[in-house]
């Protein structure tokens, strides 16, 4: 085991800052977004510059170090951060720089989708991303990206074009379509295995016209809710986007002191366009229920709908994700819905459905890495609780959740909404995808560096 003092020697050069157990401030560092996730790395490296990450990534591979990479710190399996390892922080590489008469943005590989949206939003435009703004861009992007605007714009990896990424042996490259393209492949979808992208270059996409908001239903009306839903999203228009959703109504503005606290059943939608083009995509669904407890739609900057849910979310939760890709919703399935959608173990436990149609459906499953172009929605059981305390019971609520319904499972998940569930899982997540995954995992780690991730093992052959 490499000590920390001899991590930090190695390291002479960085021009960021070197954070060890015993320095001020090492608690703090070393905490990521899902306060279940208790590591202790070696060192923490938070890098200022590109220059910074080569040399951090050179020091893990010459001292035989494990090593973590930590963009915005979301991944539910805390995936950012390891113990007795080095961790390299890459919120400090955070420029964003945007072109709004090319409509591209070159994002710093550090970033959170707050700090995109609000550099492209002063210009009407975005790039599809989550809906929690302090997710960061990195592993966001990396696994594939799915968000209020997928219908419309497709995955955040359909609006990548190129990205500068240091390798395990510490090269520097650009890869693109034209560039490294068996890396870019990878790139879109493959997660953190085949390097540390520093910046990011997207295509932007119009939303100066933007409506969204929720409706709430009585929860005992969610199986109703949810059949109208699952057979009239998918042929709605592409510029409307709604995920369902079983939670509890936040106690708090904008919504009526009444509600405060109510589990409900919800469609939370986002629509390209403005009010009465989303008034009129939504009535179809809207005229086959009954009346909503609170139908909060409006139009909103695309910023402020990303950044709606923050609050409610606050780094430090106990959290437990299960997820799954799903074709088809039969009524056996809906039933189960209910059943556990309407025991939530906490008020900020939730379900929620999200749409994979429109123009993710527009990319081929062996386009990209992301293999599931076939699938209508993903499913994610996400058992969250304010204190250590919840721990146990939104995990047990998740897994019994996700084991209840995974039968009705097209098979694999999205690795964003994955916690550490093996190999089998990894593999299932990528389909016939993986193959090629694992030879150019080898091309380019072939030592498996970058292994503190959805795992994709080098090819052996």
Not at 262 to 288: F, H, K, N, T, Y
Not at 320 to 348: C, K, M
Not at 374 to 383: L, P, Q
Request: with cysteine; glycine share 12%; proline share 7%.
């Amino acid at each position: 085991m490499t000590s920390t003092e001899a991590l930090r020697s190695a390291l002479a050069g960085f021009t960021g800052s070197t954070i060890g157990p015993d320095d001020p401030g090492y608690d703090t560092a070393r905490r990521v977004y899902n306060g279940m996730i208790d590591k202790s790395p070696a060192l923490i490296a938070q890098a200022r510059t590109e220059a910074d990450v080569v040399l951090a990534v050179n020091v893990a591979r010459e001292h035989d170090v494990l090593l973590a990479v930590r963009g915005g710190g979301h991944n539910g399996g805390g995936l950012g951060t390891c113990d007795q390892g080095l961790v390299i922080d890459l919120a400090g590489l955070d420029a964003v720089e945007v072109d709004p008469d090319a409509r591209t943005v070159r994002v710093g590989g550090g970033c959170t989708w707050g700090q995109v949206d609000q550099a492209t939003s002063a210009y009407g435009l975005a790039v599809p991303s989550g809906i929690i703004s302090t997710t960061g861009v990195g592993g966001l992007t990396l696994g594939g990206g799915l968000g209020h605007l997928t219908r419309a714009y497709g995955l955040t990896i359909d609006n990548l074009l190129a990205a500068e990424v240091v390798l395990a042996d510490g090269r520097r490259v650009r890869a693109s379509a034209t560039e490294e393209p068996d890396l870019f492949w990878a790139l879109r979808g493959g997660g953190g295995n085949f390097g540390i992208v520093t910046s990011f270059t997207f295509k932007l996409n119009d939303v100066s016209r933007f409506a969204a908001g929720p409706t709430f239903w009585d929860i005992d009306q969610g199986e109703q809710v949810l059949k109208a839903y699952r057979d009239f999203l998918p042929d709605a228009p592409r510029s409307l986007n709604g995920f369902f959703a079983y939670t509890t109504v936040p106690p708090g503005p904008p919504f009526p002191e009444e509600l405060h606290l109510r589990p409900v059943c919800a469609v939370v939608w986002a629509c390209i366009g403005d009010e009465d083009g989303a008034r009129q995509s939504m009535a179809p669904l809207l005229d086959s229920v009954p009346e909503p407890l609170l139908h909060g739609v409006a139009a909103m900057p695309h910023a402020a709908m990303q950044s709606a849910f923050d609050a409610l979310y606050p780094k430090g939760q106990q959290w437990y994700w299960r997820a799954d890709f799903v074709n088809t919703v039969p009524d056996a399935a809906v039933e189960i819905h209910q059943r556990f959608g309407s025991a939530l173990p906490t008020s900020v436990s939730t379900m929620h459905l999200y749409p994979i149609d429109g123009a993710a459906h527009d990319v081929g499953p062996s386009d990209t890495a992301w293999a599931y172009r076939d699938a209508t929605w993903g499913s994610v059981y996400a058992g969250v609780g304010p204190e250590p305390p919840d721990a146990e019971s939104v995990r047990r609520w998740s897994i019994d959740y996700f084991e209840a319904l995974h039968p009705y499972s097209a098979g694999g998940a999205y690795v964003n909404m994955m916690m550490d569930e093996g190999q089998e899982r990894v593999q299932a997540s990528y389909r016939d995808n993986y193959s090629r995954l694992a030879r150019i995992k080898r091309a380019y780690d072939p030592n498996n560096l970058f292994r503190v991730n959805q795992n994709i093992k080098p090819d052996a052959s």
